[in-house]
């Protein structure tokens, strides 16, 4: 069975610090991953995409990183903000069909 | 483009009603998913669709739930005889699928309360 978890679940941090959450899936024949961020009561948002030939992806002060052999991703969140507050979520596409998503981890970064 | 729509974005409605939700994706977007979140869980894949074709669907999924998308535009998705555990967000994400990015877009979503 194709499973995605997320560690840790809940996360709080002082504005400023840099943090890591991690994703971890069953499979390691994967299509791509895409690191989700989602408000509260909110549909989500797309942050980056790693397709399974890449290592790596940056958007602004975000930092996606995928490791297939070892079945992991990483996002990495510089310089956090209170604005970062959300719950962000991994999804797994396997085999290029549907995605599989973790539970996620939600974030709360104090001013 | 005003990205993927949802509507309604809330439905209560009492058990054993049917209920309908419509999604209009990203209108070059091929693909068109359905998904259901519960509170503090991740999105729950119902199924999706290719162009009017639905290639998958979830194995969870009960004889209750129907979805459509008869012209490889705008879907549907219908529960019928709705149980109180039916109740949760109702999502919608489309994607330009085989362009080896895939980039999931989701909709604000439809929030179903059974009573």
């Known amino acids: 069975k194709q499973e995605v978890t997320q560690i840790p679940a809940a996360l709080s941090v002082p504005e400023g610090e840099n943090l890591v959450l991690n994703c971890s899936f069953t499979d390691s024949a994967i299509y791509n991953l895409q690191w989700f961020r989602q408000d509260p009561g909110k549909g989500l948002t797309s942050l980056l995409l790693i397709q399974s030939s890449q290592r790596e992806q940056t958007s602004g002060r975000l930092n996606a990183s995928l490791d297939k052999s070892s079945g992991r991703s990483t996002l990495y969140i510089a310089a956090s903000q209170p604005g970062d507050s959300a719950t962000y979520l991994c999804a797994v596409s396997f085999y290029g069909q549907n995605f599989v998503f973790g539970p996620g981890t939600r974030l709360s970064v104090l001013p | 483009d005003t990205g993927v729509s949802q509507n309604p974005r809330h439905k209560i409605t009492k058990r054993g009603q049917n209920v309908t939700f419509r999604c209009d994706p990203i209108?070059?977007?091929?693909?068109l998913y359905w998904y259901r979140q519960t509170l503090g869980q991740g999105p729950e894949f119902l199924t999706y669709f290719q162009n009017e074709a639905q290639l998958e669907k979830s194995r969870l999924l009960s004889d209750r739930f129907s979805a459509e998308r008869p012209k490889g535009s705008f879907s549907t998705l219908e529960i019928q005889r709705t149980e109180q555990g039916d109740s949760a967000m109702y999502l919608c994400a489309s994607s330009l699928g085989d362009s080896g990015a895939n980039v999931l877009t989701f909709g604000a979503g439809s929030r179903l309360t059974v009573l």
């Open positions: 209108s070059e977007h091929n693909r």
